[in-house]
């Protein structure tokens, strides 16, 4: 048994969270209909493969999503791409995610909205749907139309919510960028979809400053020449708004459509409702299309029964409008919980600011990176003993493999108790293909499972399963919400090569996996990141686990350099003091990976560097730093890096190493 399949479990659930969860009430409820009897959370997960239509069927029932026309049946094709859900079914996204904006539920605070530049904002159900409904009715005056596309340069707040629902309510596509972005990135996202309204704030706040935006926002809608309208929100009060022929602002725009209702209007469930984008950091962006019925029953299916989110509880997912997971966190009005919005720097005005927070709302669901996690235990937080957090029963992690010692930061000083869901998908599919489930222990290290209806497995290069091992995590059956399209695709050509190239007929999603013998997963880090020294193929995550749980190290990256027919493998090193690193260092790094992974994963060559460039949504840039150690002079896309700058001091760093000699650099 290797040391991943003998990790030990550091949560169990009890009987009561067995019983009365959401996914073991669904387990009952199936049951109670004809099907199973389940077992485990294994065996339902094995029909829910088996019995794909049967599954989605009785989960968009379970989870009480409405339709205008039901679908003739669940699925009208299974081919990959391809798909087509819910043949003849007439529904609208936006009204499903308002149907607790009806009745007793209406009065119960639907968004409470944090930032650091305007005071606290609290919206009930029944606010959010007028405020829904005259934004709805100002689009419709100025000739929006459905298909039309919505951007939406804005922060994780209130806005953002309405506008997204304003705009699915008429049948218009939704899609946003934070307004940290610089022009040039979000030009390459917004310049391909050629949106007809653009929502958009002044500026934003970070970290205790303030970032005007008015003049580049300005130019930016000079460049988008199909605009018909713009809305400006004043995200910065005391500075002007955002000037232009075009611009309402948002009070006046809410003014206009007062007392309007939204229209809700019944589309085919494949209409798209959101246009989300790749990285971007080798070139623009791809625009990945999501259809609304697809995207609105497996949202329900994470957050409803994987999640256990409900009417009685409150979510706050740390995020931007530029991550997948700011969509996913507004699935969760669909539950009629609470969303508790946060905008600003997670470090602002210190460490604890989200903690306090999750304590302050009484959040029972709180989202964050694995990033932000391990650099609360590396700061020694301890908010376990210095908050009630008594409400808090679930802490979602993603964005990258949580170390084992981030778990066991969390069960002695993070939130003690919680389910820790780590959960990985993409914005690909905008969810999860591995995550979490209340009806399984946690394991330390690990994913606790494949997501119900999701067959998951790790094939070899031969597309095959691996028997064990690692291998690329691949999707053998149609999930809903992988996308419809890509925007500017017709024939589809660009979407095949994306997912299908490698495994025809079968989704490659370009993760490193390993699934355990009890059903939990490993993620070892990008396929297309993954090094092959000596042949032998090892995922970056591997090398990661080790050298950012020794406390001098403050962050890393590791690359592969293409040498002789070969590979080296390059470890970068952010110190904890920004300085040098010692000799003694280097060799305890070298010895801790030899130990803890295998002697291939030593690296040849471990450098300093002052910083790691990350994408946006807070991700390490492993592709764009190996081809800038392989021959690239630059970047293709600076602009979709957080902070370029990174990279030109590595490339200094690298030419100092004489790791870029002969390489045209």
Request: aromatic share 8%; hydrophobic share 40%.
């Amino acid at each position: 048994m290797s040391k991943m399949e003998d990790s030990p479990m550091v949560w169990s659930p009890s009987a009561d969270t067995l019983a009365n969860c959401q996914m073991g009430r669904f387990k009952t409820w199936l049951e109670t209909r004809g099907f199973g009897p389940f077992a485990d959370y294994h065996a339902l997960h094995q029909w829910s493969i088996e019995e794909l239509e049967s599954f989605w069927r009785q989960l968009w029932d379970y989870c009480g999503l409405i339709c205008e026309v039901p679908a003739k049946r669940v699925l009208g094709g299974h081919g990959m791409p391809g798909a087509e859900w819910f043949p003849g079914m007439r529904m609208n996204f936006a009204a499903n995610l308002l149907r607790f904006a009806e009745g007793e539920h209406a009065a119960r605070e639907a968004v409470v909205a944090y930032c650091e530049t305007r005071p606290v904002l609290r919206k009930s159900y029944a606010q959010l749907k007028a405020d829904v409904g005259a934004l709805e009715a100002f689009l419709r005056a100025r000739g929006i139309v459905r298909g039309d596309r919505v951007a939406a340069v804005v922060t994780n707040g209130y806005e953002a919510l309405v506008g997204m629902l304003a705009a699915t309510s008429l049948g218009a596509i939704w899609s946003s960028a934070s307004p940290d972005f610089g022009t040039g990135a979000i030009l390459d996202r917004f310049s391909q979809i050629e949106p007809a309204a653009l929502i958009v704030v002044n500026g934003y706040g970070y970290g205790g400053k303030v970032f005007p935006r008015q003049e580049d926002f300005a130019g930016l809608i000079r460049e988008l020449p199909g605009l018909r309208c713009v809305v400006s929100v004043e995200q910065l009060p005391d500075q002007p708004a955002v000037a232009g022929d075009l611009v309402t602002s948002w009070p006046a725009a809410l003014a206009e459509g007062e007392g309007q209702a939204p229209s809700f209007t019944p589309l085919p469930p494949d209409h798209p409702v959101y246009i989300l984008y790749s990285s971007g950091t080798t070139g623009k962006p791809k625009c990945i299309v999501h259809g609304a019925a697809g995207l609105l029953v497996n949202h329900a299916k994470e957050l409803m029964l994987h999640g256990d989110v409900g009417p009685e509880d409150r979510f706050l997912y740390f995020t931007t409008c530029g991550w997948m997971m700011w969509n996913w966190q507004a699935s969760a009005l669909l539950t009629g919980a609470a969303v508790i919005t946060v905008d600003g720097s997670p470090g602002y005005p210190d460490l604890d600011m989200l903690w306090h927070r999750v304590a302050d709302e009484r959040v029972t669901h709180f989202g964050t990176s694995a990033r932000f996690l391990a650099g609360c235990r590396k700061a020694g937080l301890a908010p376990a003993r210095t908050l009630d957090l008594s409400a808090l029963r679930v802490l979602f992690s993603t964005g990258s493999p949580l170390l084992p010692e981030d778990y066991d930061w969390v069960y002695a000083d993070g939130a003690p108790g919680v389910l820790l869901g780590s959960i990985a998908g993409g914005t690909d599919i905008c969810g999860c293909f591995v995550g979490a489930t209340p009806l399984l222990p946690v394991r330390r290290g690990e994913i606790q499972c494949r997501f119900l209806g999701v067959d998951a497995a790790a094939y070899g290069d031969d597309g095959e399963p691996v028997s064990e091992g690692r291998g690329e995590l691949v999707c053998r059956q149609p999930l809903p919400s992988m996308p419809v399209a890509f925007w500017g695709d017709p024939r589809g050509e660009r979407y095949r090569a994306a997912y299908f190239q490698t495994f025809p007929g079968v989704w490659a999603h370009g993760d490193f996996i390993h699934f355990t013998e009890h059903g939990g997963a490993v993620i070892h880090g990008r396929s297309d990141a993954t090094l092959n020294p000596g042949g032998v193929r090892i995922g970056t995550a591997e090398i990661y686990r080790q050298v950012e749980t020794e406390g001098r190290v403050k962050d890393s990256l590791v690359v592969g350099r293409q040498i002789d027919g070969d590979v080296e493998v390059v470890l970068l090193v952010v110190a904890n003091d920004d300085g040098e690193l010692s000799e003694e260092l280097i060799q305890r790094l070298r010895a801790r990976i030899r130990t803890g992974a295998s002697p291939r994963h030593v690296p040849k060559h471990v450098i300093a560097v002052p910083d790691i460039p990350y994408t946006r949504s807070g991700k390490k840039v492993e592709l764009a730093v190996a081809a800038l150690l392989n021959g690239a002079a630059r970047s293709d896309n600076r602009d979709a890096l957080a902070n370029p700058e990174a990279l030109d001091r590595i490339r200094d760093r690298l030419r100092q190493a004489n790791l870029l000699e002969d390489r045209g650099s």
